[in-house]
C-alpha cells in the first residue's frame, strides 16, 4: 500500500445495501484489487479511476454499516478506518458517503454521525431514479445546505450514472494531504444515536421529504413470499430449480474444459521427451489446473444465482424462512447463504461467512459447511453409484437418483446434527442476534452480476488454485517417487512414497473394508476429492482416456470390491475431509490452526464411523 | 422450545411489548430496554421512541422470527430481540 500524494483517497460509507459496491464498480469498472486488512478476514475493496481532468482517486469500498457502533468485525474496520486507526491505512481525505435514496432516514443518521468526524463529505442519493419513479420526493439543496455537506444523484446501474459524483469531487478539489487520526472520539450513547435519528427526521421535513406509502404489490409479494407455509414451499422449488440448473447447465462447459485439458497434456506428452519434466508437467501441473477449474462453470451457475437473489432482495427473506430451523440447531438464518455456497465449493462458502456477526455462530458455520456436498463429490459419487447400485426403478424414482439424493440429504442432515452437538457443547443459549434488513425487492443488474460473478471467480482461482496446484505438484511428486524397481510387475505408484504410505494406511482402513488400492488413491485425493477417481485408474493400471478409464474401473471394482466396501466408500466420502484446499482457507479464515485441525479430526472419526457401521451392517445384510 | 427470554433489568415489566402484536397491527415504539449492543442497534436502525411500527410477517410456529416495518427499512428480529421493545 504505497502512499501516492498525487492520489486523492476517497472513502465509501453506507448502510447495508444500499448500492455503495454497484456506485464503486461503476467508477472503477474492473480496476479494482481485493485483499484483507492486516490481521483480520475482512474484505478491503480499493479501486481507481482518473477523473477528466486527470486526477487520479483512489477509492475504498468501505464494508457496510449502520453506524459507528460496531457489532460485527466488519463494521469495527469501517469505523477505524474512517477515524484513520487501522495501521498501513493512511486515513481517507474525503468521505463519500452514499445513500439508498428509497431508504433516506438511516443514511441520513449515518451522514449525521460521520460528519462529526470532520472530514470532507459528499452525500450521494444512488438509485435516484428508482427514487422518483416510486413517488420519493426531497428538495437536494435544501437538504445540503441543513447538513452543510454537497447532496447529489446518482444511478449506479446507468453509464455516465456517477458522473455528477465525479464533478462534484473534481469541484471541492480537496487537497491531497495526509490526514491526522482522530483523537478523543467518543463511541456515540443511546441517547445521542436517538437525538440523531430526532435531527435527520428534522432536517428531512425541512428538506421536504416524502415517501409513498409500501406499494400493494410489495406487500402482497411479501405476505406470500414470507408466508410459513407458501413460502417455503417456493424457497424449496426455487432451490430444486438451482440444483438442477448447476448440474445440466454446467455438463457440457464441464466436458468442454476436461477435454482442453486432457488434449493439452497429451500434446504435452507429445512435444516431450520422456522423463520427469514431462510427467510434471502433464500429470503434476496440467492435471493439478484442470482439477480446479473444471468445477468453474458449476460455481459460476450457482454464484449467478446467489448473486441475482441477493441483489433482488429475496436471500434476506430465505434467511428470514430458516433462521427458526436453523435457531434449533444453534445457527443463524445468515448462515443460509454460506451454506448455499457451500454446494459448489466450501470454499467460497467458507468466505462467505464473513458476515455472520457471532463470532461463534460463524465457527460452527465454517466447521460444517464442508458437510454440504460439493460438486467434487460427484465424481467419486457417480464412479461408485454406477459400479455398485442396480439401474432400476422404484415406483417412479430410479434407485440411483434416489442414493445420490439420499447422499446430499445425508451430507445436510448431519451438518444439522454436528452444529446441535456444538451448540450442546458450548451451551444452551440462544440469544443470538438475527436483526437482518428485508431490503425492497428490485430487478438484479446484469452489470453488477457480472462484475460480481468475474470477482468470485477470481478469488476462488486465487485461493483455491494456488493451493491446489501446490499440493497437486507435492502429490505428484510422492505418488512418482521413488521409481519402481527394474522387473516389478504392479503399477507404478504401488512403489512410491504414496504406496507405501497408502499401504502401511490400509491397516488402520481394513476394519471398515478398504484394501490397499483404495487406501493409496485417498493419499492423492487430498489435493481434491475426485482426483481419486484418476488415482484408482492408476493404481488399477488402467490406461486410455478417462471416460474409458472410469467404465472400465467402474466394472473392475464392481467385480474385485464388493457391494459392502463400495457403499462404505460412499459414506466416507460423505464425510472425509479430504481437501486440503479447505483446511487452508479455515486456518485464514480464522487465523490459527485449532479449527482446521478441529474440522479434521472430527470429520475423519464421522468418515471412519459412518464407513465402519455402513460397512458391518452390509456384510451382515448380504451374508 | 425455550421459555421466553426475560431482561435482568425489567423482569415484571407490565407494558406491552412488540411480540403482543399480531400479523398487520401497528403501535408506536415507547422504548427499548436493556443497554446492550443488540440494544444499540435497535436504535440505530430506528427502534426508537414515537417510532411507527407494524408488524409484516411471523414464523410458524412460535411467531419468531418476526419481520417488522420500522421508518421505511424492514427487519427481521428474532424474538428475544422483538421482546426488548416496550410499545404504546
Known sequence: MSVDTAELRVAFVGLPNCGKTALFNRLTGSRQKVANYPGVTVERKEGVFAAPSGRRYRLLDLPGTYGLKPTTLDEAITRDVALGRV???????????????????????????????????????????????????????????????????????????????????????????????????????????????TE????????????????????VADRILMNPFAGMLILAALLFFVFQAVFSWAAWPMDLIDAGVTALAEFVRGALPEGSLRSLLADGVIAGVGSVIVFLPQIVILFAFILALEDSGYLPRAAYLLDRVMGSVGLSGRAFIPLLSSFACAIPGIMATRTIPNLRDRIVTILVAPLMTCSARLPVYALLIAAFIPQRDIGVFNLQGLVLFVLYFAGVASALLVAWVAKLIAGGQNNHLLMLELPDYQWPSWRNLALGLWEKTRVFLARAGGIILALMVLLWFLSTYPAPPVGATGAAIEYS?????????????????????????????????????????????????????????????????????????????????????????????????????????????????????????????TG | MSPEPRHPDAPRDSRRRLTALAVGERARVAEVLTDDPISRRLIEVGFVPGAFIEVIASMWPAADPLAIRVGGSTFALRRHEAERIVIT
Not at chain 1, 468526524?117 to 450521494?124: K, N
Not at chain 1, 428531512?204 to 410489495?218: D, N, T
Not at chain 1, 482426483?531 to 467404465?551: M, N, R
Open chain 1, 497 to 621: 512414497f504414496a504406496g507405501q504410505l497408502g499401504k502401511a494406511l490400509a491397516v488402520v482402513l481394513a476394519p471398515i473394508g478398504f484394501n490397499w488400492q483404495i487406501a493409496i488413491a485417498l493419499i492423492p485425493g487430498l489435493a481434491a476429492r475426485e482426483v481419486a477417481v484418476g488415482a484408482l485408474g492408476t493404481v488399477y493400471a488402467l490406461s486410455g482416456d478417462e471416460e474409458a478409464v472410469t467404465t472400465a474401473l467402474s466394472s473392475v471394482i464392481a467385480s474385485e470390491w464388493g457391494l459392502p466396501t463400495g457403499l462404505a466408500l460412499l459414506a466416507w466420502y460423505v464425510f472425509a475431509p479430504q481437501c486440503l484446499a479447505t483446511l487452508a482457507v479455515v486456518r485464514r479464515e480464522t487465523n490459527g490452526w485449532r479449527y482446521p485441525l478441529l474440522m479434521l479430526v472430527y470429520l475423519f472419526a464421522l468418515a471412519y464411523l459412518a464407513a465402519f457401521v455402513t460397512y458391518r451392517v452390509t456384510l451382515a445384510m
Open chain 1, 200 to 219: 435527520a427526521a428534522r432536517l428531512l421535513e425541512l428538506a421536504g421529504y416524502r415517501e409513498p406509502l409500501r406499494s400493494r404489490a410489495v406487500a
Open chain 1, 87 to 197: 495501521a498501513q491505512e493512511p486515513r481517507p481525505e474525503t468521505i463519500v458517503l452514499v445513500a439508498d435514496a428509497t431508504h433516506l432516514p438511516l443514511s441520513l443518521r449515518l451522514a449525521l454521525e460521520v460528519r462529526r468526524l470532520g472530514l470532507p463529505m459528499v452525500m450521494v442519493l444512488n438509485m435516484s431514479d428508482v427514487a422518483r419513479r416510486r413517488g420519493f420526493a426531497i428538495d437536494r439543496e435544501a437538504l445540503s445546505r441543513e447538513l452543510g455537506a454537497p447532496v447529489i444523484e446518482t444511478v449506479a446501474t446507468r453509464s455516465g450514472g456517477a458522473d455528477a459524483l465525479i464533478a462534484e469531487l473534481e469541484r471541492l478539489a480537496v487537497p491531497t494531504h495526509p490526514v491526522p487520526p482522530v483523537s478523543g472520539w467518543q463511541e456515540p450513547t443511546a441517547a445521542e444515536v436517538t437525538a440523531t435519528h
